[in-house]
Nanobody, 118 residues
């Protein structure tokens, strides 16, 4: 069982930046971020596989950057130019498939709140 621990959430103003981190108890092929806003379904944000290939949701392209440190089994999400619509609980995910759907990921973190005020 892979354990994931997120950190880095918080309250920021529109236009600010924030970096999320997720430390895994062991290495996995794919790691990603999803988010869930109140009253909405969980949605894909970004994913990265061990070789470095990345996937992004259209809503965050050009603003968010996913990266990983394989030596530390850690994935990061650098979020720039934040807008109120980015407000959500952000979940780290990991698994053996490089995908954009939640069902393709096997392990999940507890989530970290990101709130962007206008």
């Amino acid at each position: 069982q892979v354990q994931l621990v997120e950190s880095g959430g918080g309250l920021v103003q529109a236009g600010d930046s924030l970096r999320l981190s997720c430390a895994a108890s062991e290495r996995t092929f794919s790691m990603g971020w999803f988010r869930q806003a109140p009253g909405k379904e969980r949605e894909f944000v970004a994913a990265i596989r061990s070789g470095g290939s990345t996937l992004y949701a259209d809503s965050v392209k050009g603003r968010f950057t996913i990266s990983r440190d394989n030596g530390k089994n850690t994935v990061y999400l650098q979020m720039n130019s934040l807008v109120p619509e980015d407000t959500a609980v952000y979940y780290c995910a990991a698994g053996g498939l490089f995908a954009t759907t939640a069902q393709r990921f096997d392990y999940w973190g507890q989530g970290t709140q990101v709130t962007v005020s206008s």
